[in-house]
């Protein structure tokens, strides 16, 4: 069972600003939203079957859960959340505030899913995603894996208890097990030349450090290491470092006294 004190919310505050938020969430993103939503009497309905089962609805003015999607006791859903199509969430998830579920999605039990928007996607047990995640366009999350702030995940796999903890994207990957992704990553799968979507492979136990850009396709191979700020085209084998980088030279690199000369030059004009 969830630990519900690890998340600390004001339901007050979440209540006040909903409709706020939403309207700009939807100036933003408009595509996401039905054209026509279940009415307050078919809201109601569902919200008070689920409530008869065992799920906790913090604040059921501001929740829109859609008739097709089954719900399991002891998840927890949070002010802010609309979920429609048909969904499958297990026990004991905690979801939301603010989280958006698109239809296709089956989530597990015992996750974290907060502030995101989750579509076509299945979440294993034991995750964490959020806030701020995209999943969209068939996306596999295994248990114990972890999808953090602003990370965007396209039609992937993340493989158990690996991460993608924030700011990076995911783009048409197969991801193994205990893989670490660092910061600002991106996996780029396009060709401009063919059109074509390629594919990223990235085995167990590798560690693809911040800022690397993967150029797919490409296969990483099994606890190698890519050293931040790398560009990566070609495979690396197993157990290797991949590092790709302009040398720092100090006498090419830094320019003495440039500032102080622009500044010089502009005050003479």
Not at 77 to 94: A, E, L, R, S, V
Not at 129 to 157: C, H, T
Not at 237 to 255: C, G, H, W
Request: hydrophobic share 35%; glycine share 8%.
């Amino acid at each position: 069972m969830l630990n519900i004190s690890q998340i600390n919310l004001t339901n007050k505050s979440y209540s006040q600003n909903l409709g706020k938020n939403l309207v700009n969430f939807k100036s933003v993103q408009p595509s996401i939203f039905p054209t026509s939503k279940p009415s307050a009497v078919e809201n109601n309905k569902k919200i008070k079957e689920l409530t008869k089962n065992g799920v906790s609805i913090i604040d059921s003015k501001n929740t829109w859960i859609d008739k097709d999607t089954k719900i399991e006791e002891g998840t927890i859903i949070y002010p802010g959340c609309y979920i429609q199509g048909k969904n499958i969430i297990g026990k004991n998830n905690i979801i939301g505030p603010g989280t958006f579920i698109g239809g296709n999605v089956v989530i597990g039990e015992n996750n974290i899913i907060m502030q995101s928007d989750i579509s076509n996607t299945t979440v294993k047990d034991d995750c964490k995603v959020g806030p701020y995640a995209v999943l969209r366009n068939n996306v596999l999350i295994n248990d114990k894996a972890r999808a953090g702030i602003f990370v965007e995940i396209k039609n992937s796999k993340i493989g158990e208890s690996s991460a993608v903890p924030h700011s990076s994207v995911i783009s048409d990957a197969t991801v193994g097990k205990n893989v670490n992704i660092g910061g600002h990553t991106g996996i780029s799968n396009y060709n401009p030349l063919t059109g074509a979507k390629e594919r990223a492979i990235i085995e167990d136990g590798a560690v693809i450090g911040g800022q690397v850009l993967l150029q797919s396709p490409v296969k990483i191979g099994h606890n190698a290491i890519v050293a931040s700020k790398s560009f990566v085209d070609k495979d690396v084998p197993p157990d290797s470092l991949a590092i790709s980088r302009v040398p720092f030279d100090t006498e090419k690199n830094i320019k003495s006294d440039w500032v102080k000369n622009k500044k010089i030059k502009s005050s003479n004009k």
